[in-house]
């Protein structure tokens, strides 16, 4: 019985200390400074390693949330998580990052990059390889980016990521105007003459300097002749007229 007990005890011991060194293993940051968390992290991020990025910035910030490296890794965890392709972990830290530091100096970047992860929401892996046109996406992200990079400009128009946000919002602009012009089409082609007639409108209403504006008066041209409702339809084309004749004859003449 007493080697028995001893046997146990021994046992019990050795359980014990590889317990012990296996938690040494599985985390050998356990005695790292702030200062030595943050550098490793942000070589992690320079290195393309997202996900150890992310694990070095969540324990600074669990272990160190007073030091004046964490508020930086609040939000360069943000971007972690962004290019490790995680977007809703991503969306969350920046929103975090702008509830709790509304007035930091960085918090216009927080803005900008909830605009790119935003713009590129639903692109899955396919989808960079063998690109669809974005005017057939779902527009609910593009519309939520295209939100983000209004607050950043709007907000911040001496940031430095302003220009780069307004030139996005040109695109996003020409993007959902396109995807509203593209669901005109697909009534047009059903002969759904009024839904048509309203995609179109909601073009040239929403977006009034997209690119597919003129496309959308065509539209409305069409769809309201086809209702017999030819009051509606002259003045779409007289707009039409205005800025593209050639075309708006074509269309007279049909």
Known sequence: MRQFILLLLVSLLSLTLVAGCGANRQDPTRDWSASQLYTEARAA?????????????????????????????????????????????????????IQINPRHPYVDYAYYLKGLVNANRGQGYLQRWFPRDPSSRNPAHLRQAFDDFSTLVGNFPDSRYAEDAHQRLIYLRNMLAAHELHVANFYMRRGAWLAAAQRARTVIERYPEADSNLDALEVMVRAYRELELNDLANDALRVLTLNDPERAARLQNR
């Open 45 to 97: 991020l320079d290195r393309g390693n997202f996900d150890q990025a992310v694990s070095y910035y969540e324990s600074l910030e669990a272990r160190f949330p007073f030091s004046r490296f964490a508020q930086q890794a609040q939000l360069e965890v943000a971007y972690a998580y962004h290019k490790a392709d995680e977007p809703e972990m991503a969306l969350a830290a920046a929103d975090r990052f």
